[in-house]
């Protein structure tokens, strides 16, 4: 897979859809989702429209099962739409986050709700260009992108906690 990350690119267009009026808990997460998309709008290589659906664990947990086979919840799931090959905006695809298992994890990890969200936006954006941690390399790839992006959102290091505990 090829990926354009030098051309300066334009803040894809973000809808966010609230779908669960647990994320109303949270004011401001529009805007953070949406901050989230534009500091990481750089490694795309094309502009386009994608949306961030903020659910709950119910609704992602039958995402899940559905597309990927696993009847249980998870954090986020990306959607990827097909690159048209053109230069025009297109549709990059969706980013859906579960409130109650995002929630659990910040808790479980003592990172604020706000970073937690942060990350899982740029995780899954990046996994609308083409990112991908099925195999060491890639994931590496990715988490140093990741780490890298939410610097700049002055965000602490996600993976910190578990690297830690691996080189002890």
């Keep these: 897979m090829t990926r354009c990350v030098s051309r300066p ?19 401001g997460i529009t805007a953070l989702a949406r901050q989230a998309i534009a500091a990481a709008a750089p490694r795309a290589a094309r502009r ?12 992602i947990r039958a995402l899940n099962h559905k ?9 986020v799931l ?11 905006p297109s549709v990059l695809g969706d980013i ?25 936006v740029v995780h899954g954006f990046l996994h609308l260009l083409g990112y991908d941690h099925e195999s060491d390399t ?3 790839e990715m988490e140093h992108l990741e780490r890298e992006i939410l610097a ?7 993976y910190v906690a578990r690297d830690a505990g691996t080189h002890a």
Excluded at 48 to 59: A, R
Excluded at 67 to 75: C, D, M
């Design 9 to 27: 690119a334009a803040t894809p267009t973000v809808d966010v859809i609230v779908q669960s009026p647990r994320w109303k808990k949270h004011p």
């Design 48 to 59: 386009g429209e994608l949306s961030v659906v903020l659910t709950d664990d119910e609704t």
């Design 67 to 75: 597309w990927r086979g696993k009847n249980a919840p998870t954090n």
């Design 78 to 88: 990306s959607f990827p739409a097909p690159d048209t090959g053109t230069d025009n």
């Design 96 to 120: 859906v986050i579960a409130y109650e298992t995002t929630k659990a994890e910040s808790h479980a990890e003592g990172k604020t709700f706000d970073h937690h969200l942060l990350h899982l």
């Design 138 to 140: 890639e994931a590496d």
């Design 152 to 158: 700049r959102l002055d965000v602490p290091d996600p």
